[in-house]
């Protein structure tokens, strides 16, 4: 670890590291606020000693190191010490897959620890609530988030408390008790559920690993970039296709590729093209408006279902500083991707994570060459995560005895 | 791949690669048998010319070789071409737990591309189908094998036709169908899965990926022997606990074994201890009378529900020769262990895997040192591959609304 300071998204102020982590400050101490079903203001972002940094690490040597590995990031991440249980190793994957002619290259995050890619940001929490002597994790999550810190917690011997809504897919449910979290359901939505554990955690003094609002998650995330990197062999896509719900995954990556850029190891950030469900498209509205304007959610992508997308005002920044866009797409068009990339490809991913692959033909249906050459897909959880959607479509197919279907087999 | 050739595990004789494979054979020419809701008969094992690979291949080599990758392990691998699409890397994760004062190691499958062990007989199933021009792959399954042979088959481009029973686990139902597998589910037993699958492979020309009946499952499964050697840089535990249905797994591992003995690369064997539930325990009756019965089944592992263990007699061998033990443990045992495992070391795993620290316990509490003593347990399977065993004991809390969380909490 190096020296890091925190600094303000929106009054851009900068603040040590003593200062904010002693006191248990989550967002800005002079304009953040959390408000009932709103964006947040005063996202902290953690900035490290470049010139210092630049004169340590080497792009050759960088390139060298395992993707996946925290251990290997050590500099670049804001806690005194990383675990090597390998445990808490990623297992990301980066090929290249062929559709209608072009190539498209997958940065699959689905075979993690608890199989999402939120656990780059619950390992970085558990590791700094660890490294501050908190017993007690808490966040709120519509399913991954909240499975994830259920299962590092169990790995690093934390308590974890996770707080959810109503309508969060069994397998996501299950997954979280199983690892011997607290689960709290609340008759409400995610939102609630998000402001409610904010509360919480300030009272009972939980280590907050609530997304955005603890800066953590952004610099988990970020590590994705690195690994992309390190993955390409430091040729980077032009473009990058994200699902977009609270908007933390699409900073987490701007972030690692502010880091790249900073480091000279990269000469541009890749567009980053934020994917939101028709449903649930508070940011798409935002690019066009620039107002927030709350709206009741309805999407089968419940990981990107976000009424109040907490990271808003950071993301469309990454959007609009890289030259991006924001799209939305349909339950039915993610239905179609999430059928066809199992079927097609073997890439068996949630609904939310489909959904790039629905903008990506969106976007090259329209012409749109800029994004859609050279583009990465964002894959970013595993398709068990969410059985009752599979099982939605993947209808029971009748049963017939032994003689039935040999009969039936043999005809044809 | 070196030259190899195809010996029955039963009358012992041996077979030219040519003969076998040019006619589509799986069970000795001379002596196989394959009848209804019995052990097969003929089983074979794949051998290759161990003097001269013994001259190739080097130990310290071997150790730096990447685990979860064919591609080094191609000169003990029955196939000519290894494909290297990253896609079909498995993810071996080898660690330590401690439990009541003793180190135990474990061998994590968990996290293969579709999420158990059974990749590995899948991967090189897939491999030879595509070598010998066959479009078509097949296999009956309890669930794990058809979502793997469904899985790889889509990321390798072949069509696959997968056998199950109705009381398959939905999650495994639906990984299956997502990956656009042709599946028939049979009014009846895995067993009658397994029997149909052989008589309609046989006539459509299909290649078969039933489990012991294709010889190559055996040499699949035996890669993760191979992980183990590498992952513990050569210090094997003294003694593995396996799960066992068909008695593949357990078989495979012997072969891996037996493959780094010939190769002088290890000293002796480990102690393979194949742990069944006490609903379905054919195995560990035939270890005590020599006797297989058929008796019907009732356990909630759905993955080792085996009436007539195809592998058998093979699985009996590889217990035998290695001075290892057969035992059962309850449904009640497998499930407080499944919760202990993921609550307590993060481990998350299914019924059938979380079997074996049930018998890890039993065999403690037996005190019989040289088996718990230094001990490794197989972790299978993906707790996430069976949400309907989850969900079972991970009722639904109740559900509150946000002032009532927050004052319950609060008040704590």
Known sequence: MTDYKYKCSCCGKEFGKELIEENFLYLCPECGLAERNQPLKGVMNIFYDY?????NLDRNKFLRLNAGNFSGYKDLLPVKHIDDDIRINLNPRIYNINHAGDTIKIFDDTLNPTLSLKDRASILACLKA?????????TSSTGNAGSSLAGISAILGLRSHVFVPSRIPISKRVQIQSYGSKIYIIDGTYDDAFDLCNEVASAKKWYNRNTAYNPLTIEGKKTAAYDIFISCSGEIPDSLFVPAGDGVIISGLYKGFYDLLE????????????????????????????????????????????AAPRNLYMAVDSVRKTAGIALSVSDNEILEAQKYLAAHHGIFCEPSAASVFAAYLSIRNQGFESYYKNAMLCITGNGLKDTKALSDWNIVPEIYNYDEIRSQLMLK
């Open 51 to 55: 010139d210092e940094l630049d004169s």
């Open 130 to 138: 660890r490294e501050l002597d908190i017993p007690d994790v808490c």
């Open 263 to 306: 480091l000279g190891f990269i000469g541009k950030i890749p567009h980053l093209i934020a994917v939101q469900a028709k449903g649930s498209n508070a940011l798409v509205r935002f690019m066009e408006s620039d107002k927030f304007i709350f709206n009741k959610t309805d999407t089968i992508a419940d990981s990107i279902d976000a």
